[in-house]
């Protein structure tokens, strides 16, 4: 049975317009359907043309056209979600954050262009970075049309005689699968209907609740274009002829029932909140499907994952995962009490003592994480009168510990140990700590151990390390800083159970007179319930593994060799000596376009961007594993050198928003 494409075009003569002129446009409709439906289609399309909320319209027109079936693609359509708004003032400044995540620069000028532009039959296809105009006739616009939802023409129509989603569900497929075309912003012109959306390639589809205030007929839709001008015909040409059916469109996402207005006290948070988005910092939370591996599953597919901190593969070892079901069938879920009251099971004493011993260290002192053991410790170590030296990329658990502490935070430039030097001599203090990550986080680089002991001997510093990133990771087997250098470290060390060691909690090692006074000081060890057995147990046993098999440690670094020679091959600066390989792209729009082009190709790198690294400095941060295989490495680099370099060409500049002279 052949299919065709239905389309409908309903327009009226303007009052008092010359002769010339073009009608007005009132709505337009585009189906594909096969055999009896065809005619059915036709004719309720025709209806809906004549009960239009734009009034009657003096000429439809209703063409019926074969289709070539041989080139009829079917596409996904995009996932869905609804975000709901007051108002239109506030929907718009949704739209305008959704916009700026996908990596549009001006979305405010863009928003303005559509509510300014007449009423046209299409939508404007404007270039994402100049706005410039790109639709060859911008009296009509770009009409994507030969398009339907996969089995649509089964459906019976709506009760309102149009399908406001499910037909802008289909169309914004069509139009995020068409070449070079970044984003979507839609606003319909039907006075009654105010709801509408921002479609893009890796945002999916979001409805907005209200971009236009109700009785307002001012509607349009605008397609972000960023490519060659020599492509634009191309396009133009996949959205106006390429036949597409969509498959799958979700049912319309629900908007969150009308609550009762937020209490006049939390109004900050939805201020914060849209202002968060409005800079496009607004954060969402991912779900992934399965334990931590070389690959995970996101969204029903398997991406390979670059982006973990289980470093080592322990998370998901089946020994690892057994001792851990052992301890929970033995210990129970809880431990229902604080490590000083009934909640030490033996697990805890046997983690402490074979992870000081391990490490080099008297003794260690368990903690529920390690933001817990960083806050607990330096809080305890240091009050009012006293100084602590900071580098200025340490973790935000150091830098919350630095601040709870009480005592005067003096930072110091990263890694700059004459700077640490000129500073410890200016600010004195009665107790004096330096603080420092052991390998930084979002940089894979690894602290002037040789440096800090040095300086800290001369000023009598206190030194902390936290190896949070460095235990399992560097040194030959996995020992960390001091096995790195080669050399005997400073005293107090802090770190994590849950990354290298794959499970959950964080520890404070260093000599047994410390950890005893700790037990009783550590104001986040004394006042949280004690670390519950099953992750205790994992810990245990994974860090059997790790001085058993320091193989798995040699694995790691190779790969993070590998891939950090062959992205410096293919010419991306990478930075940093440990299984952290950042890939810096500077302009956040760059990292955050090519974490999106390197998860279409099915690897998962993390774009970052401020506030977790400077303006300016945003980067890919890819994490290495044990278990990479070198194939996926390879593969990966290639892939994400060509993301960064293809995100840097297409995205120019970033133009200022235009200032208000007034
Ligand atoms: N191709 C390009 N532009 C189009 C097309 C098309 N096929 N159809 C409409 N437009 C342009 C045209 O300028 C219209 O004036 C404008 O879009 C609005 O069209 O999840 O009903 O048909 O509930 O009024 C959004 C649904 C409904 C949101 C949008 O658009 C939701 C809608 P309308
Ligand atoms: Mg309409």
Redesign the pocket.
């Known amino acids: 049975m052949s299919l065709y494409s239905i389309r409908m075009r309903a327009s009226r003569a303007r009052s008092g317009g010359a002769s010339g002129e073009r009608p007005e446009?009132i709505?337009?409709a585009?189906r594909i359907a096969a055999g009896e439906a065809v005619a059915d289609l036709a004719a309720e399309l025709a209806r809906r043309a004549l009960g239009h909320a734009k009034g009657q319209p003096d000429n439809i027109h209703v063409s019926i056209e074969a289709l070539d079936e041989e080139t009829l693609l079917r596409i996904p359509a995009l996932p869905a979600r609804a975000v709901s708004c007051a108002d239109a003032a506030t929907g718009l400044r949704l739209a305008a954050a959704l916009l700026r995540e996908t990596g549009v620069p001006r979305p405010g000028a863009v928003i303005d262009l559509l509510l300014n532009a007449p009423?046209?039959?299409?939508?404007m296809l404007v270039d994402a970075d100049t706005l410039e105009r790109l639709e060859p006739d911008r009296e009509r616009?770009?009409?994507?049309?030969r398009m339907d939802m996969a089995g649509g023409a089964a459906l019976p129509p709506a009760p309102d005689g149009?399908q406001?989603?499910r037909?802008?569900?289909v169309?914004a497929a069509k139009v995020c699968a068409a070449p070079h075309i970044i984003a979507e912003l839609?606003?319909?012109?039907?006075p009654d209907?105010v709801?509408?959306?921002v479609a893009a390639p890796g945002l999916g589809?979001v409805?907005i609740q209200r971009l236009k205030e109700a009785g307002s007929p001012r509607?349009?839709?605008v397609f972000l274009y960023r490519g060659p001008r020599e492509a634009v015909a191309d396009t133009v040409a996949f959205?106006e002829r390429h036949p597409v059916l969509v498959e799958n469109v979700p049912p319309?996402p629900p908007f969150a029932p009308e609550s009762a207005p937020a209490p006049a006290s939390l109004a900050f948070v939805e201020e914060e909140l849209a202002e968060a988005r409005a800079a496009g910092l607004f954060r969402s939370i991912e779900v992934f499907e399965s334990a931590p591996g070389p690959r995970v599953r996101h969204k029903g597919r398997d991406l390979l994952l670059l982006a973990s901190g289980d470093y080592l593969g322990l998370a998901a070892d089946s020994r690892v995962m057994a001792a851990a079901a052992e301890a929970l069938t033995a210990y129970g879920a809880g431990t229902g009490g604080s490590r000083l009251t009934t909640g030490t099971l033996p697990l805890h004493a046997r983690l402490e003592a074979e992870l000081a011993a391990f490490a080099g260290s008297e003794a260690a002192l368990v903690f529920s994480s390690g933001y817990a053991a960083n806050v607990g410790l330096l809080s305890a170590l240091c009050g009012k009168g006293d100084v602590i030296f900071s580098d200025s990329l340490n973790h935000a658990s150091i830098i919350d510990g630095c601040r709870l502490s009480g005592a005067r935070v003096v930072v110091y430039p990263h890694k700059d140990m004459a700077a640490l030097d000129r500073l410890a001599r200016a600010h004195q203090g009665r107790r004096r700590a330096v603080v420092s990550d052991a390998v930084f986080s979002m940089d894979g680089d690894v602290a002037d151990l040789p440096g800090l002991t040095e300086v800290a001997a001369r000023h009598g510093l206190i030194t902390v390390l936290d190896e949070a990133h460095a235990l399992g990771v560097i040194g030959r087997t996995g020992r960390g800083i001091c096995e790195h250098f080669g050399l005997s470290g400073p005293a107090i060390f802090t770190g994590s159970l849950s990354k290298a060691l794959g499970a959950d909690g964080g520890y404070v090692r260093g000599p047994a007179r410390l950890m005893e006074w700790l037990r009783h000081k550590g104001r986040s060890f004394v006042f949280s319930t004690a670390l519950s057995a099953a992750p205790v147990g994992a810990a245990l046993a994974a860090l059997r593994i790790l001085r058993d098999e320091p193989a798995r440690v040699a694995r790691l670094q190779e790969n993070a060799a590998l891939f950090r020679a062959r992205l410096r091959e293919h010419g991306v600066d990478a930075p940093g000596e440990t299984a952290i390989v950042p890939l810096m792209a500077g302009d956040e729009r760059v990292a955050v376009a090519a974490a999106h082009a390197l998860r279409e190709a099915g690897i998962l790198i993390s774009a970052i961007r401020y506030p977790t690294v400077a303006r300016g400095a945003a980067r890919l941060r890819a994490a290495l594993r044990a278990d990479h295989q070198k194939d996926d490495l390879v593969l990966s680099a290639s892939e994400a050198a060509k993301a960064l370099s293809r995100a840097r060409t297409e995205i120019p500049p970033p133009v200022p928003e235009p200032r208000c002279r007034c």
Not at 141 to 145: E, H, I, L, S, Y
């Open positions: 446009h709505s337009g585009e009423p046209l039959r299409g939508a616009g770009v009409r994507a049309t149009k406001h989603y037909e802008a569900a169309l839609c606003i319909s012109d039907d209907y709801t509408g959306y589809y409805r509607g349009g839709r959205l319309p």
